[in-house]
């Protein structure tokens, strides 16, 4: 079964109960049982087993549990800032200066842009700032978890972060299995940047939706519903992060913007410290070098362990609570993420079944190396769109098809620049279309957490935009694979086709809604 179209189903089951179902969890593991039983000659009670034993090596994988206490910690965080009143000064605050609902979904946008170091981070921090802002101004969950999800991984792509040394990597594995030299990575990097359409159209298609709230889909019937009903999240939904139905009413003793300032700020300041810090221990001259030799899990977890003291601290220095209060209010904001950390437990698992059923070698077998160069950027595209897609990971696709795809263009151009450069880019747009939208990618389930968004919700609003910004990336690939034309003439391009694409999308949804 292994290396096989049977590989396929494990994460096809998942994916698609996932949007049948509603039901997350359940879909999750029954892609991992239905890995199990291809690889068990479908014997169901060795299938459980092997499900079982896949669920237990995530949870015991040093990465995975350092990301899990990181969440449990930032749901206390929350809780503190909650209960002393945080939220609420906020929610004053924003009533006397952000006016309208574009106000507050620009904000969101530029917030996003502007906390580039890393994915994870980017999320807890524009969540947890903008969540109460949307509310006041009945914007829905959705939207916001769409904009948390499309300002991580496609803003941390491209500005100095831990994925950047990642993806430096990457280049000089492709580089090495292509037998290029003499070309410096870095100086491949940047230039594999306007290449990566998809991950700069999906920044700047934000921000059109944004100022225009041209929405369509999904999407346009949430923001009608949240803007008619005043309701946020559906009737029904479940949403991953109910701060006032699991902690009641925040305390009204002594509301302060400095009870939300300081523990952000304290999550920031300390996260970047560890990234510095364990970086620099490890070794490495260059900021760059540190980054790549940087703990991101270690740096995450100390962050959202200094919010949780600081939260503390305010409550002590200001006698608003008794140790008693600190201490429910800190397990009160653990049961805040339980659903979450299921969820991510279940994702990280279904990713190793395909590693097992080994998926993306079959993927990367249905590729022809004597290709004429004109399908080359449009099929590696697609290719990473899928492998991310049906794994849920950006980083494993980027390390399978890069030194495949840098190999396969500079057999066929014999131009090692312009190989590495546009392979590099292309990957890395394909692969963080499935980390930005696929419903098993930690980075999707993270932005419904910290939006406090229903994860199916999430994922059916946003899928529409992503595939429009991924349908004009896949243009761009073609015309450019056919002509070589610049970048700089095909992004401009790219952009009037995005906007044409999304007013015609949306007055055909009013119309729909007889709006």
């Known amino acids: 079964m292994e290396g096989t179209a049977w590989a396929i189903l494990p994460p096809l ?4 109960l996932s949007f049948i179902t509603k039901n ?26 092997y499900s079982l034993e896949k669920i237990i090596g995530s949870m015991a994988d040093e990465w995975n549990t350092k990301l899990l206490l990181f969440n449990l910690l930032m749901g206390a965080g929350i809780a503190f800032i909650w209960k002393l009143g945080g939220s609420m000064a906020l929610s004053d605050w924003a009533k006397k200066r952000i006016k309208s609902r574009k106000t507050a979904n620009v904000m969101a946008w530029l917030l996003g842009i502007i906390v580039f170091f890393n994915d994870y981070i980017n999320a807890a921090i524009v969540g947890n700032v903008t969540r109460d802002i949307f509310e006041e101004h009945k914007i829905s969950r959705e939207k ?3 904009i948390l999800d499309s300002t991580s991984a496609p803003v941390a792509t491209f500005f100095i972060s831990d994925w950047i040394a990642y993806q430096l990597s990457m280049i000089q594995k492709g580089m090495e299995t292509a037998n290029i030299t003499g070309i410096a990575p870095i100086k491949a990097f940047f230039g594999s940047i306007p290449f990566n359409f ?6 700047l298609f934000v921000g059109l939706i944004a ?20 309701k946020t999240y559906r009737d029904g939904a479940v949403p991953m992060l109910n701060v006032d139905f699991e902690l009641g009413e925040p305390l009204k003793t002594k509301p302060m913007i400095l009870t939300f300032a300081l523990p952000i700020l304290a999550l920031v300041g300390v996260t970047l410290w560890g990234f510095y810090y364990t970086g620099a221990k490890a070794g490495g001259e260059t900021l760059i070098d540190k980054l790549g030799n940087a703990d991101a899990a270690t740096a995450l977890l100390w962050g959202a362990f200094a919010m949780v003291l600081t939260g503390m601290g305010i409550a002590a220095g200001f006698r608003l609570m008794k140790i008693s209060d600190m201490m429910k ?11 979450a950390c299921a969820i991510l437990v279940l994702a990280w698992s279904i990713g190793t079944v395909t590693k097992d059923m080994k998926l993306a070698d079959y993927v990367v077998s249905l590729i022809k190396e004597d290709a004429s160069f004109t399908f080359v950027p449009s099929i590696i595209f697609v290719v990473s769109m899928l492998i991310s897609f ?18 396969i263009a500079y057999k066929i151009t014999g131009d090692a620049f312009f190989s590495v450069t546009v392979m590099a880019g292309t990957v890395f747009a394909g692969a963080i279309f499935g980390d930005h ?39 761009l690939f073609f015309i450019y694979g056919s002509f070589r034309i610049s970048p700089a003439i095909l992004i401009p391009i790219g952009l009037v086709l995005l906007v044409i694409l999304s007013r015609i999308l949306h007055l055909n949804g009013m119309k729909k809604y007889n709006i």
């Open 13 to 16: 089951v998942a994916i698609v």
């Open 390 to 407: 049906a794994t849920g990971t950006s980083w494993g696709t980027m390390a399978i098809m890069t030194p495949l795809a840098v190999p």
């Open 211 to 230: 100022i225009t709230e041209w929405d369509f889909g999904p999407m346009l019937k949430a923001e009608l519903r949240a803007r008619k009903e005043g």
């Open 329 to 339: 209010t800190f397990l009160d904001g653990l049961k805040l993420m339980l659903l």
């Open 437 to 475: 939208c696929s419903p098993i990618s930690d980075t999707t389930v993270l932005s419904s957490i910290f939006s406090g968004s229903d994860h199916m919700d999430h994922v059916n609003t946003q899928i529409p935009y992503a595939l429009t910004t991924a349908t004009v990336s896949l243009v």
């Open 144 to 146: 916001l978890s769409y």
């Open 24 to 49: 997350v969890l359940l879909s999750l593991f029954l892609g991992i049982f239905t890995g199990g039983l291809l690889l068990s000659s479908f014997n169901p009670i060795a299938a459980v087993g």
């Open 198 to 203: 998809y991950c700069i159209f999906t920044v």
